[in-house]
T-cell receptor, first 114, second 110 residues
């Protein structure tokens, strides 16, 4: 079972470059989300989606865009990378949207912005 | 906005000792979830508590939800080296957003 798949696992960018972190899930989950993890700050929600065509902002959305054209995929776009976006990014999905249940996480993408 | 704090931030215990992490919220929690993240890994769901005062056990782990639904705790009895990792609480069920606590990093000394 693939579960939640994130690519790439590691990426180094220069300031100002753009890139997309990919996330795909094969569990037919309605809910998908992106978190960033920084030391001492836990996991902070960037964007989330409750279904195809529906996205909304989380706690730290600035500098990131998302789209949800299919149930399976939820890519995260960095339009102009900044050193402050150096972090570990996790994609997570859940079966239902209402009263969200268990979150299933991908293995993470470690991004360094120079 | 809502803040979910965990204490302690770090804990070193001798193998066999007990361990407790506390989760406190500035607002009433909807439901509380607990996750474990092994070093270099991703968070893995442990349990969800829904009712005020609820207590659930999983082998050596005991989870409690406060009566006022503003705090929760995770207690591990007789820690083992396999318990090493960071434990996160999370408030789930609030407007489709799951808000994570700051985490407690547990180190077990053999």
């Amino acid at each position: 079972n693939a579960g939640v798949t994130q690519t790439p696992k590691f990426q180094v960018l220069k300031t100002g470059q753009s890139m997309t972190l990919q996330c795909a899930q094969d569990m037919n989950h309605e809910y998908m989300s992106w978190y960033r993890q920084d030391p001492g700050m836990g996991l902070r929600l960037i964007h989330y989606s409750v279904g195809a065509g529906i996205t909304d902002q989380g706690e730290v959305p600035n500098g990131y865009n998302v789209s949800r054209s299919t149930t399976e995929d939820f890519p995260l776009r960095l339009l102009s990378a900044a050193p402050s976006q150096t972090s570990v990014y996790f994609c997570a999905s859940s079966k239902t949207s209402v009263n969200t249940g268990e979150l299933f996480f991908g293995e993470g993408s470690r991004l360094t912005v120079l | 906005g809502q803040q979910v704090m965990q204490i302690p931030q770090y804990q070193h215990v001798q193998e066999g000792e007990d361990f407790t992490t506390y989760c406190n919220s500035s607002t009433t929690l909807s439901n509380i979830q607990w996750y474990k993240q092994r070093p270099g890994g991703h968070p893995v769901f442990l349990i969800q508590l829904v009712k005020s005062g609820e207590v659930k056990k999983q082998k050596r782990l005991t989870f409690q939800f406060g009566e006022a639904k503003k705090n929760s705790s995770l207690h591990i009895t007789a820690t083992q080296t396999t318990d090493v990792g960071t434990y996160f609480c999370a408030d789930s069920g609030g407007y489709q957003k799951v808000t994570f606590g700051t985490g407690t990093k547990l180190q077990v000394i053999p």
